[in-house]
Antibody, heavy 119, light 111 residues
Framework: EVQLVESGGGLVQPGGSLRLSCSAS????????MHWVRQAPGKGLEYVSA????????YYADSVKGRFTISRDNSKNTLYLQMSSLRAEDTAVYYC????????????WGQGTLVTVSS | QSALTQPPSASGSPGQSVTISCTGT?????????VSWYQQHPGKAPKLMIY???KRPSGVPDRFSGSKSGNTASLTVSGLQAEDEADYYC???????????FGGGTKLTVL
């Protein structure tokens, strides 16, 4: 059974930093691109970041470029999102998501971890 | 403002069919056959319902179908059931610069 378990969310002040982790199991983690998608309270889904299966390629939405860093440790089956210079508008549930069908869609989502940026 | 445009709400009675549209541009929906649809119940993570415009993952009822014409993709739910009441989001590949875009979501109500 595929499982994606996020951790690391919490309350942080504006300008602060936070690192999210996503522990993956039930599939060959090193064979799949992985993604982060977020959802602000009561709002829709927003695509945040992606990383290729071997970590060699990364992508960031304009809204987080230069502030967030995605990485992965295939030996630990873990995906990360390092977030810095956090803003109130970064407040959201962050989902760890597995790419599928040639990375054309997302077939498994974690339960999400809430990041709240507030003073 | 989301990159893809969906109606904010849709509704239908049990047993009826409802179609949700998702309009993009030639740079996303119209340019690639990589439109997917996700169902999200309150407080839950999204679930993949349709991928590559019209394909259903294993376990998704055949009441759910997808199609595309030009820059607009559509999700049709036939034989509406109470458990279909949820938010639905479309997503499309958008090229190497934007990678993925989402619609703003449609709240489907089963009357």
């Amino acid at each position: 059974e595929v499982q994606l378990v996020e951790s690391g969310g919490g309350l942080v002040q504006p300008g602060g930093s936070l690192r999210l982790s996503c522990s993956a199991s039930g599939f060959t983690f090193s064979s799949y691109a992985m993604h982060w998608v977020r959802q602000a309270p009561g709002k829709g889904l927003e695509y945040v970041s992606a990383i290729s299966s071997n970590g060699g390629s990364t992508y960031y939405a304009d809204s987080v470029k230069g502030r967030f860093t995605i990485s992965r440790d295939n030996s630990k089956n873990t995906l990360y999102l390092q977030m810095s210079s956090l803003r109130a508008e970064d407040t959201a549930v962050y989902y760890c998501v597995k790419g599928a069908y040639g990375d054309t869609c997302f077939d498994y989502w974690g339960q999400g971890t809430l990041v709240t940026v507030s003073s | 403002q989301s990159a893809l445009t969906q109606p904010p709400s849709a509704s239908g009675s049990p047993g009826q069919s409802v179609t949700i549209s998702c309009t993009g541009t030639s740079s996303d929906v119209g340019g690639y056959n990589y439109v997917s649809w996700y169902q999200q119940h309150p407080g839950k993570a999204p679930k993949l319902m349709i991928y590559e415009v019209s394909k259903r993952p294993s376990g998704v009822p055949d009441r759910f179908s997808g199609s595309k014409s030009g820059n607009t993709a559509s999700l049709t739910v036939s034989g509406l059931q109470a458990e279909d009441e949820a938010d639905y989001y479309c997503s499309s590949y958008a090229g190497s610069n934007k990678l993925r875009v989402f619609g703003g979501g449609t709240k489907l109500t089963v009357l």
